[in-house]
């Protein structure tokens, strides 16, 4: 696990994927957006102007080698609907709704954003093929993981021991504070494994996604897992944080693509 800088751009990459899976998630760093969005905005949904957003996403595919015409992405909703993304989302289109992306293409290359939610990256080397997942905390007690890894089985014929994911930068149990209403719903969903997931210090409840994700992921079947541990609401520096930043900030991406 490690960060590389290129042309102006800084990006975290997973070790954990074999070299033919190009994976990055983008800091906010290398950009032409102004505060608050400074300064590598990829979304148009916080306020930026979407020439720069266009701008922003231009260098980034240019800078990893990948045909801006790759591209498919989504809209998200925090929820569990999947699109399979056989081919590049012709960029005159309307984005669809959902929070998992599937391809087996070579041609096409995921793009997600984020800001304090979990890009769960995923990629079976037998089938070939690579997927990219949201799981805030709505996502996550809803299933995401699981639903990403029953989809992998039903649509490709992925054996979960073959698959590889990554957990990637994004809000720690350290910084994520909850409440009563949404603990509850872990309580629910995690059962016995509550303990691992929510922690409770001086009265206040706090929500660990890393564990949470990776127990889904483990129940499934998956053993290869890597996490990032990279915490967005403490490294402003580097990442947009909807937390840390009251709301006021930008999206940085996470793109995966066969090569």
Same mark, same amino acid.
């Given at each position: ?7 102006? !751009? @800084? ?5 954990? =994927? ?15 957006? &102004? ?25 980034? =595919? ?5 045909? &801006? #015409?790759?591209? %498919?992405?989504?809209?998200?909703? +925090? ?8 081919? &590049? ?5 309307? *984005? ?6 599937? $391809? ?9 954003? =984020? ?7 995923? %990629? ?9 997942? +949201?799981?805030?905390?709505?996502? $996550?007690?809803?299933? *995401? ?37 949404? #603990? ?16 409770? @210090? ?9 564990? #949470?994700?990776? !127990?889904?992921? @483990? ?15 403490? +490294? ?5 944080? %909807? @937390? #840390? ?6 999206? =940085?991406? $996470? ?5």
């Amino acid at each position: 696990m490690s960060f590389t800088e290129k042309d102006g !751009l @800084r990006f975290y990459q997973f070790d954990i =994927f074999p070299k033919n899976i190009l994976n990055a998630v983008l800091t906010r760093r290398g950009g032409i957006s &102004p505060a608050p969005w400074t300064s590598l905005n990829l979304s148009i949904s916080v306020g930026d102007d979407p020439a720069r957003v266009a701008a922003n996403r231009m260098k980034v =595919f240019n800078v990893l080698g990948r045909d &801006p #015409a790759s591209l %498919h992405d989504v809209w998200l909703v +925090h929820g569990t609907d999947i699109i399979y993304a056989d081919n &590049p989302r012709p960029l005159n289109e309307e *984005v669809q709704k959902a929070d998992i992306i599937f $391809t087996d293409n070579p041609e096409v290359t995921l793009f997600m954003r =984020f800001a304090d939610c979990v890009p769960l990256l995923f %990629h079976d080397p037998k089938k070939h093929v690579i997927g990219i997942s +949201h799981a805030g905390w709505m996502g $996550t007690v809803k299933g *995401v993981a699981e639903v990403s890894i029953k989809a992998m089985q039903e649509r490709y014929g992925s054996n979960p021991s073959d698959v590889i994911a990554g957990i990637g930068p994004s809000i720690s149990v350290g910084q994520y504070e909850v409440g009563e209403e949404v #603990a509850a719903q872990f309580r629910a969903k995690y059962g016995k494994d509550t303990d691992q997931v929510i922690q409770v @210090r001086e009265g206040k409840i706090y929500l660990d996604l890393w564990t #949470a994700n990776a !127990l889904q992921l @483990r129940s499934m079947g998956v053993e290869q897992i890597q996490i990032s541990g990279l915490c967005t609401a403490s +490294h402003l520096d580097d990442w947009y944080s %909807h @937390r #840390a930043e009251k709301g006021k900030t930008g999206r =940085f991406g $996470t793109l995966l693509a066969m090569v």
